[in-house]
Structures are given as structure tokens and as C-alpha cells.
């Protein structure tokens, strides 16, 4: 039998869930070893094209479910290298929703106020840009005039972008060729790999099992660089705590794979999915009504179809962001640019005959792209997803040799769920066609089901074992010593991109974490600083120290 190797921690996946717990337990003297499935780019590698091959179709993961595809990313850095950087905070009323358990769903110990400390430190940490309306794009400002003419408000969304280093080419979706925007890959990942972490692209983690010892066994694939459906070899990795930070679309899966060797999971694992309540509207602007009414006009150039110029997101509408008003009718509207492919693909004729999404009229439409202004919309769902056995490997059944697979999340969108997106399309309507503006349609669910940038809660902490995999402190209940810190464990959609609070909570898992590896005999210790080491973040620790009860 081949020497099996060991180490202190194993983290599997390197995202935001992966990054900051990497970072800290190997700064605090742990031997941390991080495996991730998808390649290791640099900036370098970052391209700007669609073509198969690229960087573009090497660091997404596109799973196509039954009523649900999940976009995420596949590569060092995680989710954090194909985000659009807006670092909102969730609202305060969404630590108290009830949702589809009609109970509050979040932790006693969990709410804005006790997240707080842990939010500032992720702001410091990465840090987080608050831009002002110079930083704002012609899309986005586009979209603030007509929210300012419909009688709403506007606000520039809080980016994790440096705009000093930004040159708005807006090719961020897939990867930052100019590291202006703050992936894991220019703060914690970077912080960890000085600390003496090691990180292990094109590693596949399959199942886990415990050791006679107490510890964990981890069994991985090695996945061939260009085609991720060739598995090159295996190997095992032993640890006293294992990290599963791997995505919402894929921790289950290790989890339900492991079920045969670990014994029951939990009820939680796998079920109580949410989408986020994500939706996607596209707008056919009127440019000559825009003109007249607004009083706005792009310069000429290619370089402005489409709103390419600018960022992600740089304007949202939070009216609806009211804790006052009933759950199912509090959601967000955000102007985003999306790249050609998929959007392409969805877009709806706005009043067209149907079916919307293809056909003669489409075909006009398309004609149309570069006066398309695409605004998202996050809505509060019913945690309806399901996750059905698990593949023999991976999270799905690839299809092609990169970015696309067939996975077994079900989703049926609630009555609740429908009524939330109706009330934003209908919102959105109101604010973009307002004087004939443009007219604007929600993509089709009819090509992929629903569909989610920001999975989440498919492992969700909480204080009911009924509806929770995890405790509150992201250890999955019956088997101490396994954590989950991804999207998988936020309980439920938040109205707002959903990048910050992944990584508050992250940040306030790794006391818990540390204090199972002293239990277990490891020599680490918390308190490390921000990942640049600055001042203010030494101070936060002090601060953190208190709120960890260390």
C-alpha cells in the first residue's frame, strides 16, 4: 500500500469559503493543504474572448439541473475570480426571515449586529471600494437616470474593485486581467501561501471517510488540464479537520458520496437549496428617447455596444430592501452588464409572440444587442431546491471537456417564489419603460430552468437539526470535525449579491475551526491579521478576539 500523505487541515476548494480559513489556520501554525478542481490562472492567463479554451470556458462551471442551472467558477480563487466584485451587505431584515420553515431560519447568535465585526473585517481584509458617481459607468448611470425619472433612488453599489487600476474594459466576469479586482488571488490566497499553505489545482475531491484516529480520509482525482472529464490519477490526503468549501453546487455532493463510508448525513445536506431568487430582465433601449427624456448619450465607438464600456455592476435600487414589508415582496434591482453567450440565449422579445426566446422576432432583436441593458434582480425564494444521488465523481455528469454538466439539483419554484419574481419584473417594467424608455422582458426558463450566479444553503447552518446540516458554528452535525464555510451554508437567498456575508461568515467560522484542531492536538492559534498586515487590521483582531470569546 502507497504511503498515505497527512496534513493538519484539508480545505477543499479555494473560493471565499476556502481562501479565508486557509489563510488564517496557516498563519495561526496549522499545515493547511487546499484542493481545487480547476486550474491555477494568473493574470496573465486571463483572456479577453468567449472562445472554447480560454480562460473564459476554464474557470466557470455551468451545471444544468431539472428547473435550475448554477453558474460557478472552477479554478483557484473560486466563485471570488468569476464574480462582478459588488460586496453589498445583507440587509438586516433577512437574519430574520422564516421562509419555507416558518421559523426563523438564521441562528439565534446570527444577525446583522453580531456579523458586523466580521463584515468590517472582510471590508479591510480584501478591501472594499465605495464608489461615487464618478466611478459609475454610462450603463449604470443609464439606469440610475431612469430609477431618478420613475421616482426611485439609486445608489453605486460597494465593489471589491480598485478603481485606480481599473480600466473598464469590463471583461471581469473572466478573470481580471489587470488584478483590479480583489479575488482571493490578491489578498488571502497570496497571505496564505506565505504562511506555508500549499494549494493544489486540478484536484478533485470524490469522498471522505474517518480514520481509526478520529481524522479523515480524503479521496481525489487528478483532472487533466484541457478536458476535466479525463481523470489522470488518484491519491488520499489525511487530516484531523476537513473544510468543505467547494460551492454550493458541489459540497453536497461530496457529502452524499460520502455518506457510504462516513454513515448518515444529516437531513439538511443536499435539500433547502436557494437560487438566491435571481432573475434576469433585458431592456431594448430606446437611444433616441433616452436623449429626449433623460437627456443622456453614449460617445460613438464600438467599445460602447452593448454598455460594454465600465464594470459589472455599478447601480442598484434597494427601495424594496424594507424590513417592513411582507418576505417574498423584498428584493433588489441591479444594472450588469453579461457578457454574449448565455444571455444571448435567454433573452426574451419583449411582447413578442410566443415562444419569445427564438424565432423570426428574436432575430430582430438580436439585431438590436448593442442598445441591450441587462438588470438583475434578487429576490427572496422558498429554499426549494433538492439534490438527487450524487454522480459517480465530480458534481455532475460533464458534458463537454470544459465548463458544462448535467447535475441532479431539482427545483420547483414556489407559488411564494413566483409571486416575488412577478412583483420585481413588474417593478423593473415600471422604472425602465416609464415614458418609453425601452421595453424589457425577464429571461426564458424554459432553456435551463431558473438559473443562479450565487447559490446557496444547500448545507445550511442553523439551530433546528430538522432543516440545518450544520451547527451555527459550520460543523456538520454527527461528524465533528467536518466544516462547511461556502455559500452552501448561508441559510437563504439575502436580496443582495452575496459575496460579503460568504465571507463574514467565513471569517467568524475559523475561531470555532481552530479551537476543534487544539482539541485534536494541532499547534495553531487565532489572531492573525488582515492579509496585508496592516494596522487597522491588527486592531480589528483585538476587536475579533472579544467577539470569539477567545
Known amino acids: 500500500m502507497s504511503t498515505v500523505e497527512k496534513t493538519d487541515v484539508v480545505i477543499v476548494g479555494s473560493g471565499f469559503g476556502g481562501s479565508i480559513p486557509a489563510y488564517h489556520l496557516a498563519a495561526g501554525g496549522a499545515k493547511v493543504t487546499v484542493l481545487e478542481r480547476g486550474p491555477w490562472l494568473a493574470a496573465n492567463d486571463f483572456e479577453h474572448d468567449y472562445l472554447l479554451g480560454s480562460s473564459y470556458t476554464r474557470v466557470f462551471d455551468f451545471v444544468v439541473g431539472d428547473g435550475m442551472s448554477v453558474l460557478g467558477g472552477n479554478c483557484v480563487g473560486g466563485g471570488s475570480v468569476v464574480y462582478f466584485a459588488a460586496m453589498p451587505r445583507a440587509p438586516k431584515f433577512v437574519f430574520e426571515r422564516r421562509g419555507s420553515i416558518g421559523r426563523r431560519m438564521w441562528p439565534s447568535v446570527i ?11 472582510v471590508d479591510e481584509s480584501i478591501p472594499v471600494s465605495r464608489q461615487d458617481w464618478n466611478d459609475v459607468s454610462y450603463a449604470g448611470g443609464l439606469w440610475a437616470a431612469a430609477c431618478h425619472h420613475s421616482g426611485r433612488t439609486a445608489n453605486p453599489a460597494p465593489v471589491a474593485v480598485d478603481n485606480d487600476t481599473c480600466v473598464n474594459c469590463n471583461f471581469m466576469m473572466a478573470g481580471c486581467k489587470f488584478d483590479a479586482k ?27 471517510e474517518r480514520t481509526e484516529d478520529g481524522g479523515y480520509r480524503v479521496h481525489f482525482d487528478l483532472i487533466d488540464e484541457e478536458d476535466y472529464r479525463i481523470h489522470t490519477g488518484s491519491g488520499v490526503l489525511e487530516a484531523e479537520v476537513v473544510i468543505i468549501a467547494a460551492g454550493a453546487g458541489a459540497t453536497p455532493v461530496i457529502l452524499q458520496r460520502s455518506e457510504t463510508t462516513l454513515g448518515e448525513m444529516p437531513h439538511g445536506v443536499g435539500r433547502y437549496f436557494s437560487g438566491n431568487g435571481e432573475r434576469l430582465n433585458t431592456a431594448i433601449i430606446d ?13 460613438d465607438g464600438p467599445v460602447y455596444s452593448a454598455n460594454h464600456i465600465g464594470k459589472g455592476p455599478t447601480v442598484a435600487n434597494w427601495d424594496k430592501l424594507d424590513g417592513s414589508l411582507p418576505e417574498y415582496e423584498r ?21 413578442g409572440e410566443e415562444p419569445r426566446w427564438f424565432g423570426a422576432e428574436k432575430k430582430e432583436v438580436l439585431k438590436q444587442w448593442a442598445n441591450w441593458l441587462t438588470i ?31 447535475g441532479s439539483l431539482r427545483y420547483d419554484p414556489t407559488e411564494n417564489t413566483r409571486r416575488g419574481w412577478d ?13 418609453g424608455l425601452a421595453k424589457v422582458a425577464p429571461w426564458t426558463n424554459d432553456v435551463v430552468g431558473a438559473y443562479t450566479v450565487h447559490p446557496l444553503a444547500s448545507c445550511r447552518i442553523g439551530d433546528d437539526p430538522a432543516t440545518s446540516a450544520l451547527h451555527p458554528n459550520h460543523e456538520l452535525r454527527h461528524h465533528p470535525g467536518i466544516f462547511v464555510t461556502d455559500s452552501a451554508s448561508v441559510p437563504g437567498a439575502l436580496t443582495v449579491n452575496p459575496a460579503m456575508t460568504i465571507a463574514a461568515l467565513a471569517e467568524r467560522a475559523v475561531p470555532g475551526i481552530v479551537r476543534a484542531l487544539q482539541a485534536r492536538g494541532v499547534d495553531v492559534k ?19 478576539d472579544l467577539v470569539a470569546g477567545n
Open 287 to 299: 437611444e433616441d428617447r433616452v436623449r429626449e427624456v433623460l437627456g443622456l448619450s453614449r460617445a
Open 376 to 406: 438583475f434582480l434578487m429576490t427572496e425564494d422558498d429554499n426549494e431546491g433538492v439534490f438527487g444521488a450524487p454522480p459517480p465523481t465530480g458534481n455532475a455528469y460533464r458534458i463537454s471537456q470544459q465548463m458544462l454538466g448535467r
Open 331 to 351: 428584493y433588489s434591482l441591479e444594472q450588469l452588464y453579461f457578457p454574449p453567450g448565455l444571455g444571448t440565449i435567454l433573452a426574451q422579445v419583449p411582447g
Open 182 to 208: 480583489r479575488s482571493m488571488l490578491t489578498n488571502y490566497l497570496p497571505a496564505a501561501l506565505a504562511h506555508g499553505a500549499e494549494i493544489r489545482p486540478l484536484h478533485e475531491v470524490q469522498r471522505l
Open 526 to 544: 487565532y489572531g492573525a491579521p488582515a492579509p496585508d498586515g496592516s494596522i487597522t487590521g491588527r486592531r480589528a483582531v483585538s476587536k475579533l
Open 423 to 435: 412583483l420585481a419584473d413588474a417593478d423593473c417594467k415600471a422604472i425602465i419603460e416609464k415614458d
Open 111 to 121: 444577525s446583522r449586529d453580531t456579523l458586523e465585526p466580521w463584515y468590517d473585517r
